[in-house]
């Protein structure tokens, strides 16, 4: 790849935003439009190219806007649709573009479409949804709902089943029926005319389903198969991508990432072949699922560090094997993910703000485009303040209801700690902005508990010493633009049996850089051989102390050859 084959993207920054909370501008305590309007210079300090907006579409919150009643109306906690079209305008005033969450695997039970599906087995929308009768008077397969449970809801008015992969209010959108794919494919280019920049796919890897709905094996101890092992890259998920490309994503200049749920190397490099025929990029969980727990009935509820090894072994993979094929995209965090810090480094307050640079420099510097969640850039913590009374999270509720209380395969207390390990309420409390009130989210009680430490750590905090988190990630992104190797050099992993040090290379045609971090909670050495003329780009340390490695200790030099 060369400097003028290099798309926009691609040396991009993206920066997600969870509105619900960011910030709240209408004092009823939940994160708005906006509130994110307000706050769009402190994205640009920052110099993040990209906003990714969590849905703001009209919605009765059953998965916090993931089940969407009205695709073209903005719901009423977050403003109006002139509010999102005035963020849009700030936003590219200021040279931010948006990227939208497209949630069309599913929507809301409350949608009209699926209303009207569910009125009688005649009507018009019927086939838009995945009805199916029953099967010896139970469920028309074994699969399970991500959020736990089946993933079928019996409708006693017309004696069938519907398919829900998620919430009962999610009920799946049958992709198969081309009517369905032209309704999605005209909402996509109305959003496309008023002006965003590109859409973040939900869950896309889901929506071809085997033919025949065939039962899957079920884990040992569990009532359901998994869905994700069943739905995930089906037979029709290519030719859907690309029929999406052709009727929308080829008429304009847009950012488009899937959510890739179980997609391997071998589908990734179709979902996002430099071809341009489907995606630009895709997420991939591998790395999240490396420390699920042994007991495939509990799922991803555990707290077993994960060996470093493995994740050399993970990320190392997608680096190589779709570099020149496809394209990376890079996170740590998102609304889904607990905090970084607090599970891949160390939240103890001795070693919070060196590790989140640690974690922020091994990312940044990896071949793909890298995605900042919200206060990641403050180096913000899981929340284990949070009790079972305050969580909001359909998933954690779910997992109450199924593996403690129904099902008994663990007691409150220990699923807790997973919780508070892996939960996703952990990313959504409220941003944190200053030590007052609230944190300076809102004027009135928020919608959902705050993390306690904000005293601690908060945006003014971060902004007032020049050593932080924020500027730290500020120094990442300026490289992201300004050096070329980041986005075109090779990847090489080194010593990949070292079980406490991740480092590697990226290596281009008159330069190499060389990326050193240690996981280690204590001081180790480390010979790289370093050359004399050896610059050191960045580093989470005031000095260098050459051999040795201090805890969580990052540091990259550029090599010229």
């Known amino acids: 790849m060369t400097e003028n084959q290099i798309k926009w993207w691609q040396k991009a920054v993206v920066y997600q935003i969870y509105p619900r909370s960011f910030q709240d501008a209408n004092h009823d305590g939940i994160g708005d439009l906006k509130g994110i309007e307000s706050r769009l210079d402190y994205v640009k300090k920052l110099g993040a190219d990209v906003i990714w907006l969590n849905p703001v579409y009209a919605s009765p919150n059953e998965d916090n806007g993931y089940d969407i009643s009205d695709y073209e109306a903005i719901n009423p906690e977050f403003g109006t649709m002139e509010d999102f079209e005035s963020l849009l305008s700030e ?49 028309p397969n074994n699969w399970g709902s991500f959020f736990s449970g089946p993933a079928w809801k019996f409708d006693e008015a017309t004696g069938q089943y519907y398919l829900h992969l998620f919430a009962e209010g999610q009920p799946d ?93 071998k589908n990734a490099k179709r979902y996002a072949a430099k071809d341009g025929s489907e995606l630009n990029m895709v997420f ?6 490396l420390d ?43 609304h889904d993910q607990p905090r970084a810090v607090s599970r891949f480094g160390s939240d103890a307050p001795e070693f919070r703000v060196k590790s989140a640079k640690m974690l922020a420099t091994m990312l940044h510097f990896m071949q793909g485009t890298p995605y900042i969640y919200q206060g990641e850039e403050i180096g913000m913590t899981n929340a284990y303040n949070l009790g079972w009374d305050d969580f909001n999270d359909i998933e954690i509720k779910n997992a109450r209801k199924y593996l403690v209380e129904r099902d008994q395969l663990i007691d409150a207390d220990t699923l807790l700690d997973y919780v508070h390990y892996k939960g996703r309420d952990n990313a959504r409390t409220p941003m944190q902005w200053t030590d007052g009130k609230n944190a300076g989210f809102t004027d009135v009680d928020p919608w959902l508990k705050l993390n306690d430490n904000y005293k601690e750590i908060n945006v003014d905090a971060a902004l007032a010493d020049e050593d932080s988190v924020f500027y730290h990630y500020q120094k990442l992104i300026a490289f992201r633009h300004d050096l070329d190797i980041v986005t075109t050099g090779r990847y090489e992993l080194l010593d990949p049996e070292d079980e406490q040090v991740y480092a590697y290379k990226r290596v281009g045609d008159q330069e190499e850089l060389l990326v050193i971090n240690s996981f280690a909670k204590e001081t180790i050495e480390r010979d790289f051989a370093l050359p004399d003329e050896a610059e050191l780009l960045i580093s989470n340390y005031q000095d260098d102390a050459g051999k040795d490695l201090r805890p969580y200790e990052s540091k990259v030099y550029r090599i010229q050859k």
């Open 91 to 139: 936003a590219h005033a200021r040279g931010i573009k948006i990227v939208m969450d497209l949630v069309v695997n599913h929507s809301s039970s409350k949608h009209q479409w699926f209303i009207e599906s569910k009125s009688s087995k005649d009507n018009d929308k019927r086939d838009f949804y995945i009805w199916r009768d029953p099967v010896d008077g139970h469920e």
């Open 173 to 265: 959108l049958n992709w198969a029926n081309p009517e369905v794919r032209q309704s999605v494919f005209d909402m996509m280019n109305r959003w496309v005319d008023k002006g965003i920049d590109g859409f973040r796919m939900d869950v896309i890897s889901l929506l071809s389903k085997p033919d025949g709905l065939p039962d899957g094996p079920v884990p040992t101890d569990a009532h359901y198969a998994s869905s994700n092992d069943m739905v995930a890259n089906g037979p029709k998920i290519h030719d859907y991508l690309q029929e999406m490309r052709e009727k929308v994503l080829n008429n304009a200049d847009l950012m488009t990432v899937g959510e890739a749920s179980n997609v391997d190397i």
């Open 284 to 289: 991939q969980f591998e790395h999240m699922e």
């Open 292 to 334: 699920e727990n042994a007991d495939p009935a509990l799922g991803k509820w555990d707290n077993t560090p994960l060996p470093l090894t493995k994740l050399k072994e993970n990320l190392s993979k997608w680096q190589n094997e779709l570099a020149g094929v496809a394209w990376n995209s890079l996170y740590w965090e998102n």
